[in-house]
Nanobody
Framework: VQLQASGGGLVQAGGSLRLSCEAS????????MGWYRQAPGKQRELVAS???????NYGDFVKGRFTISRDNAKKTVYLQMNSLKPEDTATYYC???????????????WGEGTQVTVSS
């Protein structure tokens, strides 16, 4: 499965961005889809994940600011990010796996990162 992410960019603090990630094949067979992020010098961390059926999981730092969704008909997962903060600056990676997204080390599929930069 190939994942193509888009939607990153530069935004001021308090602004919004919407990330999209399109898969190369039917996502009904991919139970978990989501987003990780990695800032320079920091460990990769889970931002949000969503299972088929709509069960979601968010990193503690999200605190109601981000919403993940998926449209299997379009083979796409979205991350709506609101109230962005400078500390959200990172490279965001789309990820997909049939079984889990809790451990990035064993996630099966990754997209190329998209840079999100939040200025103060």
């Amino acid at each position: 499965v190939q994942l193509q992410a888009s939607g990153g960019g530069l935004v001021q603090a308090g602004g919004s961005l919407r990330l999209s990630c399109e898969a190369s094949r039917n996502t009904l067979a991919i139970n978990y889809m989501g987003w990780y992020r990695q800032a320079p010098g920091k460990q990769r961390e889970l931002v949000a994940s969503i299972r088929n059926g709509g069960i979601t999981n968010y990193g503690d730092f999200v605190k109601g600011r981000f919403t993940i969704s998926r449209d299997n008909a379009k083979k796409t997962v979205y991350l709506q990010m609101n109230s962005l903060k400078p500390e959200d600056t990172a490279t965001y990676y789309c990820a997909a796996d049939p079984y889990q997204l809790g451990r990035w080390e064993i996630v099966d599929y990754w997209g190329e990162g998209t840079q999100v930069t939040v200025s103060s």
